[in-house]
């Protein structure tokens, strides 16, 4: 990935990685069809991938189909993003609620006993830790199915989605989490072909594109860092870019 002039590679090399702890491309060419591997950059942890195609196949059926149908414009990119930006919000279309994908947050209490160590019917003492899981959200779940979108924030949002996936994955809420975000080939030239932002009517603003879009955001190198990192835990994740064969105009 190329970086603008203020960010250079130099300064961002140590926390970046093309996925040396995934598992084998092989495993994604058997489970996804060449057509999506053309379109997206495809990367699976602990077996994510077979999981999801295995035991969750309605889950996976719509999300095959989702990304078949994945196409967003040049003209979404250059507009500004605020709270819920143009592709979040695209994304929201292909990801609804009436065919079982909603937004989710965790929130568990844990009943700890203590019981002695040779009478184990007998309870020395018990209590409540309420909150002990509380306020970790997740964009799209699905029974046992978790997705996140990640687009262009900043890129410690990613600890903040793995953690939830692993504290979703230790309570038994879910066995496989995926993040849609940005793929590595989305990068500085590709941006800089795109000129000037957009204002909020419509027109050509004043601020070059690729200058949104830093190494410190959201792309699929620093996901894949933290990955290899196991910043997951044990939950098995999927991560898959957004590329420019996306991208229809």
């Known amino acids: 990935m190329n970086f603008g002039s203020d960010e250079t590679l130099a300064d961002n090399e140590t926390d970046v990685s093309t996925g040396r702890g995934a598992d084998s491309s092989v495993l994604i060419g058997q489970v996804f069809d060449e057509s999506i591997r053309d379109k997206f950059e495809i990367f699976s942890y602990r077996n994510a991938a077979t999981i999801l195609q295995a035991s969750f196949p309605d889950q996976f059926s719509q999300i095959v189909k989702a990304l078949e149908a994945f196409a967003i ?17 695209y994304v929201d279309t292909l990801f609804k609620e009436d065919v079982g994908w909603n937004e989710a947050r965790i929130s568990a209490d844990l009943h700890v006993r203590l019981l002695h160590a040779k009478k184990k019917s007998e309870i020395i003492s018990s209590y409540l830790r309420e909150g002990f899981l509380d306020g970790h959200r997740i964009d ?110």
């Open 73 to 89: 414009s040049s003209t979404m990119i250059r507009q500004p993003g605020g709270s819920k930006g143009p592709i979040a919000k």
């Open 140 to 249: 799209f779940l699905n029974g046992r199915v978790a997705l996140d979108l990640e687009w262009n924030s900043k890129d410690q949002t990613y600890d903040r989605d793995l953690y939830a996936f692993s504290a979703f994955y230790e309570a038994g809420a879910i066995d496989v989490g995926i993040i849609l975000t940005r793929g590595s080939s989305l990068d500085t030239a590709y941006f800089r072909s795109l000129g000037k932002v957009l204002t909020k009517d419509g027109a050509e603003g004043s601020e070059e594109v690729y200058r949104k879009f830093g190494a410190s955001t959201t792309w699929m190198g620093k996901l894949l860092y933290r990955l290899d990192a196991g910043r997951n835990g044990g939950c098995p994740v999927l991560a898959i870019g957004i590329t420019p064969q996306c991208v229809t105009d």
